[in-house]
Nanobody, 122 residues
Framework: QVRLLESGGGLVQAGGSLRLSCATSGRTLGAYHLGWFRQAPGKEREFVAAISRNGAYTDYRSSVQGRFTISRDNAKNTVYLQMNSLKPEDTAVYYC???????????????WGQGTQVTVSS
């Protein structure tokens, strides 16, 4: 079993930055691919970014490419999402998840945190 806890969300102005963290416990984090998803009001949970078990590969949805950076520190059992140049459309609850599969499909993620709210004002 893996438990995940997101932190770092908050209210920022457009153009600002936030760094989300996802601390984990349970199995070693290196056993899983890690992903960040988000869900805005009235919308489906959508893929944001993923990073492979060893951190060698990353994947981003097109709308955050170049603005967001996902990273992981397996020794600290933590995955991060650095978000720069934030836009109002980035407003959502952000969730981190762990998966045995390399995927941007949320149904393939086995474990989830409770989410952290990110609000970007214009």
């Amino acid at each position: 079993q893996v438990r995940l806890l997101e932190s770092g969300g908050g209210l920022v102005q457009a153009g600002g930055s936030l760094r989300l963290s996802c601390a984990t416990s349970g199995r070693t984090l290196g056993a899983y691919h890690l992903g960040w998803f988000r869900q805005a009001p009235g919308k489906e949970r959508e893929f944001v970014a993923a990073i492979s078990r060893n951190g060698a590969y990353t994947d981003y949805r097109s709308s955050v490419q170049g603005r967001f950076t996902i990273s992981r520190d397996n020794a600290k059992n933590t995955v991060y999402l650095q978000m720069n140049s934030l836009k109002p459309e980035d407003t959502a609850v952000y969730y981190c998840g762990a998966s045995n599969s390399w995927s941007r499909t949320y149904s393939l993620y086995n474990y989830w945190g409770q989410g952290t709210q990110v609000t970007v004002s214009s």
